[in-house]
């Protein structure tokens, strides 16, 4: 669904929709133009759309979430924020279909990359009401027994999670404007913290669409979920010391972040999911020819090509025995090759643009910048004519690298090229391929490839400490696995190191950063009547 003139899309704040400085009554006067940010198709070059955050009043967004949401929400038992979130999944079910054609326009995606992102947010949000229903009536969570700290245990301490009373501030990248948004809020929901979202502001139109249809569907307290577009500016300055903040985006915006007095004085938590240089690890007995290194290939080129490549968690290193070099190489291209790049709306197109033209010229440099140490092993856009789509497209086509000796390298272990590209990477034996791995410093995920499942316990617990998570593939589970780069809800999402050192999902202990662990000491009667209207921590 565009929008055949484009509109000024209005932020909702303190339980209200309001519009920027730019009103839409004066769109056209380019005198405002300071004051708003198009939204276009990188595609075609339309704009689709205005965002602003100029004249929000700030201060009154923070404080009716805080003092109005919160505790609205804190009334609600987990069982029932649950039944929310719920009802929420069935909402976004309901208008997927213009939640597809939104994303088409704005990201550039195919319909299998649309479905990452908003099928993703679907099944993550229905993941959190099914386990968050476990915890019933509970208002509050328990962590571990009593502990006597009396002889005669009349006096005893117990630790419980109480939901933090403040804003879970979530501050999103470009690349999932959907599931960006609810793997993150559905655990600040279900443990009771109101949102404010802010999403990057070149794909935004998704991200406030659904707000706009959740809060139309008058499922949650009014202030409980806001969406503020445009710019960031003054969001961090109202940040308390028991709110919290989640961002997803690049290092060096988190460094900034980190800086704030909102951490450094006012000690409020930040979560971070930065940078990775994630890897695939092809095991020595993985010869060409078995399953194994079947599946490498296949992997390696779907996640070199899937979002285009504009995934925090897609492949950019990909690991080989050095004497397995080229026949990985020559599979992988070969894959590659079948890649039909263009406009997202052609049936026959299967990989639409990155998701602008500034973004295509930050690939198309990193690309340069890793040619000066790696030989190009596969580069589409030499011969590729992209499909409906002209040459000012954010169109880019699969690039593959190769660095033979691995360990000689520098820029390929530390450079991320955020788009459909990827680096061949020859290792001499398995010591010397997890010190390879570990160059990308933390990353989000590594995946492995071998014959034999028991032989991936030494790396699979080798490559634990610098990652958020350990993928690891056989045969046997050639058809069940969920894939190098899909963040399942079951599973934790984060990475020590580069990777920002954050934790996201992970089923329920997605709730502990939206909570306050206090010690209450006292006599064991009061101890025990803790246990009522609570229920013990999950970790599941």
């Known amino acids: 669904m565009v929008m055949s003139t484009p509109a000024l899309l209005e932020n909702y704040v303190a339980g209200q929709w309001v519009a920027g400085a730019s009103n839409t009554s004066n769109i056209s006067n380019t005198s405002n133009a300071s004051e708003r940010t198009a939204l276009t198709d990188p595609v075609t070059g339309e704009t689709l759309a205005f965002v602003s955050s100029a004249g929000l009043d700030l201060d009154a967004a923070f404080t009716f979430a805080r003092e109005t949401a919160g505790p609205a929400l804190r009334a609600l038992s987990y069982g029932e924020r649950a039944q929310r979130l719920s009802q929420i999944a069935a909402t976004l079910q309901a208008n997927r279909d213009d939640y597809y054609a939104i994303a088409t326009a704005n990201s550039g995606t195919v319909a299998t990359d649309s479905a990452v992102d908003i099928d993703g947010a679907i099944y993550t949000l229905s993941t959190y009401a099914k386990r968050g229903a476990s915890l019933g009536d509970a208002h509050t969570l328990l962590d571990g027994p009593a502990v006597p700290l009396a002889k005669d245990a009349s006096f005893a301490v117990r630790h419980v999670f109480r939901p933090t009373p403040g804003v879970a501030l979530l501050i999103n990248a470009f690349n999932f404007p959907a599931w960006g948004l609810w793997e993150k809020a559905a655990g600040a929901l279900l443990a009771g913290v109101p949102v ?211 360990a000689s390298g520098k820029r390929v272990h530390d450079t991320e090229v955020f788009g459909p590209v990827a680096t061949l990477v020859g290792y001499r034996d398995l010591d010397e391929a997890l010190a390879l791995v570990k160059r990308g410093q933390g990353s989000l995920v590594v995946s492995l490839y071998s014959n034999d499942a028991v032989a991936m316990r030494t790396p699979a617990l080798a490559l634990a400490d610098a990652h958020g998570r350990v993928h690891a593939i056989d045969p046997s589970v050639a058809k069940t696995q969920t894939g190098h780069g899909n963040v399942m809800p079951q599973s934790l999402h984060g990475g020590p190191g580069r990777a920002g050192g954050g934790e996201e999902l992970g089923g329920l202990r997605a709730l502990r950063f939206y909570h306050v662990r206090s010690a209450v000491q006292g006599p064991a009667a009061l101890v025990e009547a803790l246990t009522q209207d609570a229920i013990e921590f999950p970790t599941s």
């Open 196 to 406: 404010i979202v802010k999403p990057a502001t070149s794909t935004a139109w998704l991200t406030q669409r659904m707000v706009a249809d959740v809060v139309a569907a008058g499922i949650l307290p009014p202030g409980s979920l806001s969406v503020i577009c445009g710019s960031a500016a003054g969001l961090l300055d109202r940040i308390g010391p028991f709110d919290v903040v989640s961002f997803t985006g690049s290092a060096d915006t988190a460094a900034t972040l980190r800086a704030h007095a909102a951490f450094t004085r006012r000690s409020a938590r930040i979560n971070v999911e930065a940078d990775s240089l994630n890897s695939a690890l092809l095991l020595p007995d993985a010869a060409p020819g078995t399953a194994a290194f079947d599946q490498f290939v296949r992997e390696v080129a779907r996640e070199m090509t899937v979002k285009s490549g504009q995934k925090c968690t897609a492949i950019r290193r990909a690991m080989v025995p050095v004497e397995h070099f080229d026949a990985a190489a020559s599979a992988i291209a070969e894959r590659l090759a079948k890649t039909v790049v263009g406009n997202p709306r052609h049936e026959a197109v299967t990989m639409g643009s990155l998701v602008s033209t500034a973004q295509k010229q930050a690939v198309l440099d990193g690309i340069a910048h890793l040619q000066t140490e790696a030989e190009t092993l596969y580069d589409g856009n030499r011969e590729t004519v992209f499909v409906d789509a002209g040459p000012h497209s954010a169109c880019v086509a699969p690039v593959l690298l190769g660095l033979r000796d691995g």
